[in-house]
């Protein structure tokens, strides 16, 4: 084994004769070999995804926030006195029919060929004007031949409201008591900043106690009667034991009842604390609603929001039920009582 490291070790050494050895050429090794072509295609994808991902999340706030943020109030008065006051949603080209012109004056007609391009197609766009509890609709198609003006008033109101969905229209006046206190567009407004905080705070208050303190209610009585049951099937009706949990579901239902007559008093006080509040609010086509301020989840004047303004204007103050189904209004709930059938 010596003699075979020593040869070894000469075989490695430098050649004879002073002659020197050639380079040992290394294999090129490809790209594949090394994998980098799916190293890459790896990143690639992974830069796709996440271009993806963040487009798609994009998209999703862009379409969230231009539905949540307060868009002008715009006003148009047709050339046949029609009024409609409200948001625009969209906007499309059509071309209108033949039957819709005839129905205009000659000079409508004119200003309506003049608004036409050289096709005949117009623009019209879809105004949510809400209203339905004195409209019955809640959007109205208006094509620009038929505006004969066109603003966007400062004072314009957007009530977002718990039933009958949105309202279009203009402070009026401000009751107390059924008393007026209020007058004109400002004051009127000052009123409500003033007043509405106190009443939301109230119809919260209620609603907690309708929903939660009623059904603590609700649940202790049906303890009671299941517990009685429970024992009749055990020991059957008129036994001792019956008996006794007869006396004691009695007498828990003789509490549970007092507690159900205060939360319902309690209830009576605050609706009627915040029936004492209410605005008077004008239509576009000079007809009035009186609205209780606890119904009004929030408002604001669209045309005299600035950005920030705006920006805080995104955050509803509570639910509402400004979508509809089949065009109509979505009721307000009732509160229920005890299930039991003796209340």
């Known amino acids: 084994m010596q003699q075979a490291a020593t040869v070894d070790a000469g075989a490695a050494g430098p050649p004879k004769n002073g002659t020197k050895r050639s380079p040992r050429r290394r294999a090129r090794a490809s790209l594949f070999a090394h994998g980098e072509p799916m190293v890459w295609l790896t990143g690639g994808g992974l830069v796709v995804a996440i271009v993806m991902i963040v487009g798609l ?73 809400g209203n339905f509890d004195l409209t019955g609709e809640h959007f109205n198609w208006v094509s620009d031949y038929q505006i004969a003006e066109e603003s966007k008033p400062r004072w314009g109101l957007v009530v977002e409201r718990t039933s009958w969905g949105r309202f279009y229209g203009f402070p009026k006046a401000f009751q107390i008591d059924g008393e007026l206190v209020a007058e004109g567009p400002e004051a009127v407004w000052d009123k409500y900043e003033e007043y509405h905080d106190q009443v939301r705070e109230r119809w919260e208050e209620r609603r907690t106690l309708e929903t939660h303190a009623i059904g603590d209610v609700n649940r202790e009585l049906e303890h009671a009667r299941l517990a009685l049951r429970s024992v009749e099937l055990a020991s059957g009706e008129g036994s001792e034991e019956w008996l006794q949990q007869k006396a004691a579901s009695d007498k828990a239902e003789v509490e549970i009842s007092a507690r159900y007559q205060e939360i319902r008093e309690e209830i009576r006080k605050l609706d009627q604390e915040n029936a004492r509040y209410r605005m008077v609010l004008a239509a576009a086509d000079g007809k009035e609603k009186t609205m209780a301020l606890d119904e009004i989840v929030r408002a604001y004047p669209a045309n005299g929001l600035g950005f920030f303004s705006r920006l805080g204007s995104t955050s509803p103050a509570g639910p509402s039920s400004c979508s509809t189904s089949r065009g109509r209004p979505t009721a307000r709930a009732a509160s229920s009582p005890p299930s039991s059938a003796r209340w």
């Open 57 to 129: 999340l994009s998209f999703i706030f862009l379409q969230g926030i231009t539905t949540l943020w307060p868009v002008p109030l715009v006003e148009v008065q047709l050339h046949d006195g029609t009024v409609h006051m409200g948001e625009i949603t969209r906007e499309e080209i059509y071309q209108p029919a033949d039957t819709e012109l005839e129905r205009l004056d000659a000079a409508d007609v004119a200003a309506a060929r003049q608004d036409m391009s050289d096709d005949g197609n117009v623009r019209r766009r879809l105004f949510r004007t």
